[in-house]
């Protein structure tokens, strides 16, 4: 479904800025992968994410999702493979849109624009029909501007849009980070319904260790632009934050202090 093959990421390359983001990134992604992906900050995560979405291209490598080299697509070309949801619940949808108005416009992803009526009565119903079972109360307020609802309502929201067309990847980039820790777990709930029902292949960015081990069926560890650790299977579920503190550590030279755990 994914494969990465030698990706390499620079930054700012030959000035005395110079990042190495991407540090030859061998990776198989297989449909119906959820992906949980972990790591320090500037470990390459979003970089990682931004390679696959067409944000920027690698310096080097290959990037093939479903049979198709896309390495050279410009990002509003893969957009018709990839649907991406930001840590920014104002990203993603437009705030001074109907709520049918941006639905009507996720159901066009990928497909052909011309003139003619925004939102029909058929797409209508079949609106109310998909935001009845996030069970927010958002199927009657389909003419309420975006920018009215909440941080939850609007990232389940986006959720949705994002995977009204089955994409052939679904991105999330911290999509729960900026949200309190209720509403965080009644989006990542939705977010694993969503997943399941459609059979996703998905790669999730997550700071939470407990999120990474408890959500999908593979982790990834970024470090320093390299796939520290990716484990799957029994590996993963028998994984526990303790594990992954003691790898984070190491990367840094230290040992685990039992205090320590109090970051999970």
């Known amino acids: 479904m994914i494969s990465l093959e030698g990706i390499?990421?620079?930054?700012?390359?030959?000035?005395?800025?110079?990042?190495f983001a991407l540090d030859n990134i061998d990776l198989q992604i297989d449909e119906g992968d959820f992906v949980t992906v972990i790591g320090s900050n500037g470990a390459g995560k979003s970089t990682l994410?931004?390679?696959?979405?067409?944000?920027?291209?690698?310096?080097?490598?290959?990037?093939?999702?479903?049979?198709?080299?896309?390495?050279g697509w410009p990002e509003y070309k893969r957009a018709k493979l990839i649907s991406r949801v930001f840590q920014d619940p104002l990203l993603g949808t437009c705030p001074s849109a109907t709520i049918e108005q941006n639905m009507a416009l996720a159901s066009l992803r990928g497909k052909r624009r011309g003139l003619g009526r925004g939102v029909k009565g058929r797409d209508r119903d079949k609106f109310r029909e998909e935001l009845r079972h996030l069970g927010l109360g958002l199927d009657a307020r389909l003419l309420d501007k975006v920018g009215l609802l909440s941080g939850g309502q609007r990232q389940a929201l986006t959720m949705l849009m994002a995977t009204m067309l089955k994409p052939d990847v679904l991105l999330l980039d911290e999509h729960i980070a900026a949200l309190d820790p209720k509403t965080a777990n009644q989006i990542l709930q939705l977010t694993q319904e969503i997943i399941d029902q459609g059979k996703l292949t998905t790669l999730m960015i997550t700071h939470n260790m407990n999120h990474a081990i408890r959500f999908g069926n593979r982790l990834i560890m970024l470090h320093q632009g390299s796939i520290l650790l990716d484990l799957r299977g029994e590996e993963k579920a028998n994984l526990t934050v303790r594990d992954l503190l003691a790898e984070f550590y190491k990367t840094q030279g230290e040992e685990l202090a039992l205090d320590s755990l109090l970051l999970g």
């Open 8 to 19: 390499v990421k620079y930054f700012h390359k030959g000035s005395v800025n110079e990042v």
């Open 49 to 71: 994410l931004n390679c696959i979405a067409g944000v920027f291209f690698p310096d080097s490598g290959k990037i093939i999702i479903n049979q198709q080299d896309v390495t």
